[in-house]
């Protein structure tokens, strides 16, 4: 603020110097009139060497400006500033006082009285920044020159005294309201610049804000880096909660983002969950940072009365001199990009190949939507077998992707895109109904089984809502079709879930688990979760034949299902000798490649007609036999 008010002492420097030549000719021409009094020829010169003095003052003012980043004394130009402007009122004074003195009716003293009048007046204009100076140049100009016009007792010029006293007072007022104007400007001027360079929910610098100094920065030749922060899943956090515990958690994530830094480093909230932070410090010391960030932040914190556990992925460049700032950002989002593919709560650096990378899996996800829209996709299907029966009863739906050049792609590479991008959404509904319409062909007995991913269950994705919609319009019965989750699904929003897959069940709709026994907290998840079957998964089956520890797993888990009410179906049967072992378990299904591999609709349906295939009767046929535990089958299960 003071900086800025002393500017406006030096923000006309022209008309000062204008104003001194002025009055410096008004001096001459008054000893011209006066008969070459040497008075006003003297006064002449000094107004001449103090007009320089001010000349030079603001010279030396623009000088002081022009070098960015040099230091600055405010203090220093207001006094020159004070010099100047009550050398100048001293001056005009005495010669005002000295013409009415040794010539009160010669013309030399009208002269004098209009200059001192015109100083007068243009005072309170001119130095309002400062009231101080100001008043204190209307005393040392006004008082002197009001009490000459009285002391000459003429009548014309006490009545001019009357009125200079009356503009002396009124100057003194106006002066305070124009400076009380200026200051106001001034602070809204400052308010407006805040809000346009400042988040208003976090108060750290905005979007704006930091790429104008990352680009001054890095226009100075001057390498810098820079970490690209994102807030794990914060939308499922948003939607949980809702936005006021959003924006307090964003609020709280700023302070302790803030709380990391050191000097000369800047933190911004870039929008939304996106917080970005400049910092000249090297490339270990920006990493040391970063992980600074990670470990601070990613803790359990308190908002709004609730416990929520919080955590961001961080993307790491280092910006050489003269890099385009476009450019960094663009670096810094690649390694973001990588950090959120590689897991929560994680930091990359950025290095030339990921940009390599980043930019394969662009053309990956255009490729990806070319395909949905050319219907590239299809859906295969695995048959389940009943162990008793040697029957098909449940069948699950798998997609699969023929690319015209890539060949065949692995869900396991395009499934994670899909979801990254929500055209999982799209493409889940699509394999939804298309596995609902392959099921009418099948006998009433046989059930289909469909994936279904955690994005299906966002919030703008009303998956229940889908389905339902799917079985009215296909009119296939609800209990023919099974939609299977993964306890990593629930990782997302449980509860929300939760919730959806009881409405889903209570349609009559079966929910399975699957990949049953690769997650942290499988047996916690059989007592909350509305499911009706559990799937084994395959790395169970690939050592069941060959590890003692797995078989007493296997029978700890089917004894705990059977409890519970639970279906199971064991997947990844690929070897007649794990097939042998898991007969001696109560299952309700098997599934794997030494019974059925993943075929075509067509191919499907000979098998189900057929009931078994006769090259697979005789591995099925040894379960028929016996179990070694009883089934308590539940009525739904075939």
């Not at 000979?606 to 379960?623: P, T």
Request: hydrophobic share 50%; with cysteine.
């Amino acid at each position: 603020m003071n900086a800025q008010l002393v500017a406006a002492l030096y923000a006309t420097p022209g008309p000062i110097l204008i104003g001194s030549i002025t009055v410096t000719l008004v001096m001459l021409g008054a000893g011209l009139l006066a008969g070459h009094d040497p008075v006003f020829y003297g006064l002449a010169v000094l107004m001449a060497c103090l007009g320089l003095f001010r000349f030079a003052s603001h010279r030396l003012y623009e000088r002081a400006h022009a070098v960015a980043g040099a230091p600055f004394d405010a203090a220093r130009f207001e006094r020159l500033a004070m010099i100047g402007a009550w050398g100048t009122a001293a001056l005009i004074a005495g010669f005002s006082c000295y013409a009415l003195w040794r010539y009160p009716s010669q013309p030399v003293a009208v002269l004098a009285i209009a200059q001192s009048i015109g100083y007068l007046a243009g005072i309170s204009g001119r130095n309002t920044s400062r009231p101080l100076i100001t008043k204190i140049q209307v005393l040392i100009s006004g008082a002197p020159f009001t009490c000459a016009l009285a002391a000459t007792l003429e009548p014309a010029y006490v009545l001019i005294a009357l009125t200079v006293a009356l503009t002396t007072i009124l100057t003194f007022s106006s002066t305070q309201i124009i400076h009380e104007m200026f200051v106001s400007r001034h602070r809204t001027m400052e308010e407006l610049e805040i809000l346009a360079n400042r988040d208003t929910l976090t108060n750290l610098d905005n979007r704006r804000s930091i790429l104008l100094k990352i680009e001054n920065q890095l226009a100075r030749k001057q390498e810098m880096a820079l970490l690209s922060v994102d807030v794990d899943d914060f939308k499922s956090i948003n939607d949980t909660y809702g936005h006021d515990v959003g924006d307090a958690l964003l609020l709280s994530i700023s302070e302790t983002l803030a709380s990391c830094l050191g000097p000369g480093d800047i933190a911004a909230r870039m929008g939304g969950d996106e917080f970005m932070v400049a910092t000249s410090r090297g490339s270990a010391e920006a990493v040391e940072l970063a992980r600074r960030i990670l470990t601070r932040i990613g803790s359990q914190r308190r908002i709004k009365g609730r416990s929520i556990a919080a955590t961001v992925s961080v993307g790491v460049v280092v910006a050489e001199a003269g890099l385009a700032v476009e450019q960094a950002l663009k670096r810094a989002d690649i390694a973001l990009y990588k950090a959120k593919s590689d897991g929560r709560n994680h930091l990359v650096v950025y290095t030339p190949e990921l940009s390599v990378e980043h930019d394969e899996h662009l053309a990956f996800e255009v490729d990806l939507r070319d395909a949905m829209r050319a219907g590239q996709f299809q859906l295969v299907y695995q048959p389940i077998y009943n162990p008793r029966s040697g029957s098909v009863t449940l069948v699950e739906a798998l997609l699969r992707w023929d690319h015209p050049q890539r060949g065949v792609v692995s869900p396991a590479t395009f499934v994670p895109v899909a979801e990254r991008t929500g055209l999982i959404k799209v493409l889940g509904t699509w394999a939804i109904e298309t596995a609902v319409r392959a099921a009418l062909a099948w006998p009433r007995n046989v059930g289909v089984s469909v994936n279904v991913s955690a994005r299906q269950f966002e919030s703008d994705h009303d998956l229940v809502a889908i389905v339902a919609a799917i079985l009215r319009k296909t009119g296939l019965p609800p209990r023919r079709l099974t939609l299977e989750i993964t306890e990593s699904t629930l990782i997302e929003d449980a509860p929300h879930i939760i919730e959806s897959l009881k409405k889903l069940r209570a349609m009559g709709v079966r929910i399975a688990l699957d990949d049953f026994g690769t997650g942290y907290s499988s047996l916690s998840y059989l007592a909350k979760l509305p499911i009706d079957i559990i799937k084994i998964d395959k790395t169970f089956s690939h050592e069941i034949d060959s590890s003692v520890k797995v078989n007493a797993l296997m029978t700890a888990i089917t004894d705990l299902a059977h409890k519970l009410g639970l279906s199971i179906i064991v997947e990844g049967i690929e070897t007649a000798a794990q097939l042998a072992v898991m007969r001696r378990f109560s299952l309700h299904g098997i599934q794997g490649f030494i019974l059925a591999k993943p075929m075509s609709d067509e191919a499907l349906l000979a098998i189900i007609k057929d009931r078994v295939a006769s090259d697979r009767m005789s591995l099925v046929g040894d379960l028929t036999a016996p179990a070694a535990v009883a089934v308590r089958k539940r009525p739904e299960v075939a």
